[in-house]
């Protein structure tokens, strides 16, 4: 059977959201008088990826990340920063340019008016819109799920709930979650009933039907 509707991530699946939070780090570091290095960033998103899955799972609330993650961060290296100061740097840094995961563009044109395409995001719905917006990329989407706006969030089954009652009605057999997370999208497709696609990774995993290195790999298992 054939794939009708196609339910995406954004961040690290579409959207380059690593490549972005470099400026944003990046900005950070130099108001505090730090360079930026490679490493520094990889400290960064190692520290963030841990807030997030915390999020995830229930443990915390959103808020929380923003208002801990840069005091934790900037404490590696000795400074007590304001770390609400800190975030709105880092927000501005990352909003300031859109970059792309490959082959972005030839994918969202190749599933353009073949398929649903909706995008579900955990991410900031301000800086979720601005990017969007920016990116000239929005177009493609017959709806963005924004998860603030939803009143919860992935993998819950009730935020799957919900996008399935904007959208629907729908057959989940013809539908399959794209994601690069496997806690956060893979088992959110899991929670939903729905096949599953990680992007980007190639270890095996039972939350997964199928793994691909590059978005072009998916519009044959659309297809099949």
Known sequence: MSYEIILTDID????????????????????????????????YLSENDKLWKQYEQGLIPKDHIFKTRFQTYMALFGIEADPIFANDLYVEGLK???????????FLDAVKGKYKLYALTNGVTLTQQVRMERSGMAHYFDGIFISEQMGCKKPEKAFFDKVFDAIGPVDKRKCIM?????????????????????VGQIEADPRCDYIIKDLMELL????Q
């Open 220 to 223: 044959p298992i659309l297809e």
């Open 12 to 43: 690290n699946t579409l959207f380059d959201f690593d490549r972005g939070s470099a400026a944003g780090v990046e900005k950070v570091l130099e108001y505090y008088g730090l360079t930026y290095t490679e490493e520094r960033l990889q400290l």
């Open 178 to 198: 794209l994601g690069d997370s496997l806690t956060s999208d893979m088992q959110g497709g899991r929670n939903a009933g729905v096949d599953t696609c990680l």
């Open 96 to 106: 300031e340019k859109v970059y792309f995961m490959p082959h972005c563009k030839e």
